[in-house]
């Protein structure tokens, strides 16, 4: 049997992007909570990677074609990291007035 809490934080990022995306189409102006409550799904799902490689070694899922081990959750965690501080970065570089 397939252990899917294992994939857990994939379904967890999949569906927090498709609530951002229709909560952007319905909502006006809301660039700024959109990016606020994207800051918090990264960190969230940084958090689930890394509290799900706690107690498991290397675990092959869906006909060996995932691999769930100390470093692909690693790498995981590094790439979420990485995407929240082009986030924060980008976030001040917004608020910037350019000289014409």
């Known amino acids: 049997m397939i252990n899917l809490e294992l994939v857990f934080p994939e379904i967890f990022l999949s ?3 498709m609530f951002l995306l229709i909560l952007g189409v319905f909502k006006k102006n809301s660039s700024k ?3 606020n409550i994207s800051l918090i799904v990264l ?3 940084s958090v ?3 509290n799900e490689t706690l107690g498991i070694e290397e675990t092959l899922l869906f006909n060996s074609s995932i691999i769930i081990d ?3 959750s690693f790498m995981k965690i590094i790439t979420l990291l990485a ?3 082009v986030l924060v970065i980008s976030s001040s570089d ?3 007035e350019f000289i014409n």
Do not use: D, R, V
């Open 70 to 72: 100390y470093l692909s």
């Open 15 to 17: 569906l927090s992007i």
């Open 94 to 96: 917004k608020n910037c």
């Open 83 to 85: 995407a929240f501080l």
């Open 48 to 50: 689930i990677t890394f």
């Open 43 to 45: 960190l969230i799902t």
């Open 33 to 35: 909570l959109i990016q």
